[in-house]
């Protein structure tokens, strides 16, 4: 099993300077590099400061130039927001400048507060349809003189310019839940990615299940990879655990906040939750934290991942993002590739 990082510049306050929560990020992508860390992913996301990411692949370019080893994805881009020859060309030039490190996520998106601003009327089904409808246009664009008569797009005979490093095109990984997904990714050729969020390892179980059924089902197609997106904290003790289990309970609050969208959002900032509030979640605690994400002593992560492992995942995604300081974020990175990666060598 292969280990990711998964990071995004994260503001909660207006405190909090943009350009040093970036080189901080950047800060956080050349440890993982350096730490023989597999990729770095960031994501695509618009007018929420709680994940500052508005084109993905102008950061992986630059973290290109800091970096020398790791595959660079896209974790993801939003398949509604972009027109297929934008995609395809975007993509392929990043793939140059990157020299062939780009690995291409996409995902329909979840946020109704960015589908509202950018995207008015659009829902979580037609945002998937336009998914379906672009991942097959991307690669006929790769592969050059492809036209689309579709529900979303139609365009004469293209060719992506440029075309990707990469033969074939980066690699493309479809973000995936329910079973379609699952099937959708693996029938196109697509490796899938997977995010439990806060349901715990039963989920985890049953997300493999979905893929391994896909893969049963379509099995003239090559089995793709499949990686697990999964918050993350290495501890330096239990106490720490604890502590990191609450922070992490508060960044799932927020979530939660901008996910439902039904806060105030002013200057990019979501309106602060009150201590009560949080406290008062009726399935958010540190204690479901600390039972369904991943954090513990380097010990409790190990025997977590060999599990995950032992299903057949083949990349690990520490996700990092979690409203902690950056230092805490860098220490327990650290932790986890001096501590738990060799675990797995």
Not at 208 to 219: E, I, P
Not at 312 to 333: C, P, Q, T, V
Request: overall charge negative; proline content about 6%; glycine content about 8%.
């Amino acid at each position: 099993m292969k280990f990711s990082l998964f990071a995004h510049m994260e503001r909660i306050s207006a405190d909090q300077d943009q350009k040093q929560l970036y080189d901080e990020f950047i800060e956080l992508c050349k440890i993982a590099d350096a730490g023989g860390m597999h990729a770095i992913w960031t994501g695509e996301h618009h007018g929420m400061n709680f994940t500052i990411a508005p084109n993905p692949m102008l950061n992986l370019v630059d973290v290109a130039r800091h970096t020398k080893n790791v595959r660079l994805g896209t974790g993801t881009v939003i398949a509604p927001f972009w027109h297929p020859i934008r995609l395809a060309g975007e993509a392929a030039m990043t793939d140059i400048i990157t020299e062939g490190r780009l690995e291409l996520g996409i995902a329909r998106g979840a946020y109704s507060f960015e589908y509202e601003r950018l995207m008015p009327g659009m829902d979580a089904w037609e945002a998937g349809q336009r998914m379906r409808e672009l991942v097959p246009a991307v690669k006929g664009l790769w592969q050059g003189d492809y036209a689309q008569e579709g529900e979303f797009h139609s365009f004469p005979k293209t060719t992506s310019s440029p075309l990707p490093l990469q033969e074939d095109g980066p690699p493309i990984w479809i973000a995936a839940r329910d079973p379609n997904s699952h099937e959708f990714a693996v029938s196109n050729g697509c490796n899938v990615q997977v995010t439990p969020l806060w349901n715990g390892d039963g989920e985890i179980e049953n997300l493999m299940g979905k893929f391994n059924d896909a893969c049963a089902k379509f099995s003239d197609q090559p089995r793709p990879k499949i990686m697990l997106l999964q918050h993350t904290y290495v501890a330096d003790s239990d106490e720490d655990a604890k502590l990191g289990a609450v922070e992490l309970n508060r960044f799932y609050c927020y979530f939660g906040a901008w996910f439902m969208n039904k806060r105030d959002v002013t200057a990019g900032l979501i309106e602060p939750l009150t201590d009560e509030e949080i406290a008062a979640h009726p399935f958010y605690t540190p204690e479901a934290m600390e039972r369904d994400l991943v954090i513990g002593t380097a010990a409790t992560v190990i025997d977590r991942l060999k599990k995950y492992e032992a299903l057949g995942y083949d990349e690990y995604a520490f996700w990092i993002d979690s409203s902690m300081s950056f230092e805490r974020k860098k220490a327990s990175l650290e932790r986890f590739i001096r501590d738990v990666m060799p675990a797995f060598q």
